[in-house]
Every structure is written in structure tokens, then in C-alpha cells.
């Protein structure tokens, strides 16, 4: 994929990604791993009704793209990028690829890890934290969601 995205348009990228997840039935969540200087090695959606797998979150997808693309299981100057706060199973990941920064959109306060519920990174036991920034186009990815799930009531 190696294409340069800068940062402001990042978001609006993942988030035309995640309204396709959306169309194909998924919660719309979308997610990419970046470069240090901003080159997209992987970009991922939610695949988890399609591929009839819980574990297949855009992090996860996304996270292991960039491990095989990269021939390595440690992608430390490496970014994630995606719409949604991560959960915990998302953040243990994160931890263990050790990436070194988590960009996110919307705040997730009934699963997320990051910067709500359990603080995945904050506990004693984690053994990474990556540097963290929540809240981008954050009013778009959670209208996208609310959006999502308005509809499927």
C-alpha cells in the first residue's frame, strides 16, 4: 500500500472506510498503520460478519497486515490510526505490536480501553503505552456510528 497520507486527511480517509463497512453490514470502524513519516503500510474495516469472526476488528486486521508487510512482529515506529477507541482486546494487541502512537476518533464509553473504561495502558500490568490522541473527527465517526445502530433498531 506504502502511499503517504498526511494527517488531516487520515481521518476522513478511515472514515470513508468505515461508511463502507457500514454498507457491507459491519459496525463502522475503520483503521490504518502508518509510518513515522506518515506511509501507509496497512488500512483495514471491521470484517467481523463477513469473514463470521469476532476476533476480526479493523485493529487486529489492520495491526497484523502491518506485521506480515513489515516481516516483523514489532512495529515500535510504527502509528495506528482508527475511528473508534480501541477495546481491550484491540489494546492488548496495540501493546504487544508495541506501536508507538494511537491516533482515534470517536470515544467508545461502553467498550473502549484507551481513555475510558479499564485504561488498558494505564495499568500496572501493561507493559507498553504508546502515546495517545483521542477526539480526532470525533463528531464525524460517532455520527457514523450512532448513525449505524439507529438504523438497525
Request: charged residues 25%.
Given at each position: ?23 457491507a ?14 506511509k ?46 480501541p ?67
Amino acid at each position: 500500500m506504502e502511499q503517504t497520507i498526511k494527517a488531516d486527511g487520515m481521518m476522513f480517509t478511515l472514515l470513508a472506510h468505515a461508511k463502507a463497512a457500514a454498507e457491507a453490514g459491519e459496525v463502522p470502524v475503520a483503521a490504518a498503520v502508518t509510518t513515522s513519516d506518515g506511509k501507509v503500510i496497512a488500512m483495514a474495516e471491521n470484517r467481523m460478519k463477513r469473514d463470521d469472526n469476532a476476533l476480526h476488528h479493523a485493529e487486529m486486521l489492520v495491526i497484523s497486515e502491518a506485521m506480515r508487510v513489515r516481516e516483523t512482529s514489532r512495529l515500535d515506529d510504527c502509528d495506528l490510526w482508527v475511528t473508534l477507541e480501541p477495546c481491550t482486546m484491540c489494546a492488548g494487541a496495540i501493546a504487544h505490536a508495541q506501536l508507538r502512537r494511537v491516533y482515534f476518533g470517536a470515544f467508545d464509553e461502553k467498550a473502549g480501553a484507551v481513555e475510558s473504561g479499564v485504561r488498558f495502558f494505564d495499568q500496572p500490568s501493561c507493559h507498553h503505552r504508546p502515546e495517545i490522541y483521542g477526539g480526532l473527527s470525533a463528531t464525524a465517526a460517532a455520527d457514523l456510528l450512532r448513525a449505524f445502530f439507529r438504523d438497525r433498531r
